[in-house]
């Protein structure tokens, strides 16, 4: 993944508390970033299954049986949730 490189003019200018200090240092950030990639990596999924949602739902619904007008669909989080997601499907249509 990466190397954390710590360098001193002095001889032995670090000791034992040091190395662990940075060892300890060094291991957060590698898990701060893997914790980084998987975030990104679960976001992609979600979107994933947003964009297959919404193909399976405009697939789905025959409006042909319904009267003129708008349907309005929302899809995702509770509108009360912090960062909340929706996502929002309008529909106008017209019988022929």
């Known amino acids: 993944m990466g ?3 710590v ?3 002095q001889e032995a200018a670090f000791g034992e508390q040091d190395i662990n200090t940075l060892q300890n240092m060094a291991s ?3 898990v701060a970033l893997e914790n980084a990639r998987l975030f990104q990596e679960a976001q992609r999924s979600i979107q994933e299954l947003r964009n297959i949602q919404k193909k399976y739902l405009h697939e789905s619904w025959d409006v042909s049986s319904l009267p003129e007008g ?3 669909l929302a899809i995702g989080d509770e509108p009360d949730s912090k960062n ?3 996502t929002d499907f309008r529909y106008h249509y017209e019988k022929n």
């Open 3 to 5: 190397a954390l490189d």
């Open 84 to 86: 909340s997601h929706i």
């Open 28 to 30: 957060q950030v590698a």
């Open 70 to 72: 708008e349907i309005v």
């Open 7 to 9: 360098q001193s003019t």
